[in-house]
């Protein structure tokens, strides 16, 4: 089946580094992408991996290896305002649906 | 701002009853998608049209129905509401339709009472 597996929490300090990882379960699929929530707002794109390796955006990377099934999103210089959800997803090239994962969620303590 | 405008940002109703939310995508963007996001859930992909034709179809229920104008903007109806469609509802846009590089509204939170 087409499935997304992140872990639903995860804790870092603030300043520190943070790895949001994903996992995914599906046969093909034209990228992975990662969006950030935070909690009552809407999610926002962070970043878009078509191919493998790592994508830079200031403080955020992501990493994508398709031979591993496997992706995830650095943060560096974590700051409190990065507290929030962290969703990865995926287009299915087998039927074009759009699988979210459940969303990490990011605690940072000062 | 995304620039994806939703409306209306609250709708309360009662079940049974039918409702439109509405979506403009930002400009230039030929893509809409439709996601529900109940209380601790990830995003659940509804529908996605594309230049006002139905591009890809997720979980949508048969009592909810979308289109695309050809002004762009889109609708989503939710017919015979159950308290269980009490969620935020999200549309996004995108330029691409294959990318999954999407800008999303603000949401419209939807109470069946």
């Known amino acids: 089946g087409q499935s997304l597996e992140q872990p639903s929490e995860v804790t870092a300090v603030e300043g520190a580094i943070v790895q949001i990882n994903c996992t995914y379960q599906t046969s093909g699929f034209y990228g992975l992408s990662w969006y950030q929530q935070h909690d009552g707002g809407a999610p926002t794109f962070l970043s878009y991996n078509a191919l493998d390796g790592l994508e830079e955006t200031g403080r955020f990377s992501s990493f994508l290896s398709r031979s591993d099934s496997y992706g995830y999103l650095l943060l560096q210089e974590l700051q409190m305002k990065d507290s929030a959800s962290y969703f990865c997803?995926?287009?299915?090239?087998?039927?074009?649906?759009?699988?979210f994962g459940k969303g990490t969620r990011l605690h940072i303590l000062p | 701002d995304s620039g994806v405008t939703q409306t209306p940002k609250h709708l309360i109703t009662a079940t049974g009853q039918r409702v439109t939310l509405r979506c403009s995508p930002r400009?230039?963007?030929?893509?809409v998608y439709w996601y529900q996001q109940s209380l601790d859930q990830g995003l659940q992909f509804l529908i996605q049209y594309y230049n006002g034709e139905e591009r890809a179809k997720g979980n949508i229920l048969e009592r909810f129905s979308a289109q695309q104008f050809p002004d762009l903007h889109s609708e989503l109806n939710l017919s015979s509401l159950e308290l269980g469609d009490s969620a935020l509802y999200f549309c996004?846009?995108?330029?691409?339709?294959?990318?999954?590089?999407?800008?999303f509204g603000a949401g419209t939170r939807l109470s069946v009472l």
């Open positions: 996004a846009s995108s330029a691409s339709d294959r990318q999954n590089i999407q800008y």
């Open positions: 400009s230039g963007d030929l893509s």
């Open positions: 997803a995926v287009r299915d090239t087998r039927d074009d649906k759009i699988i």
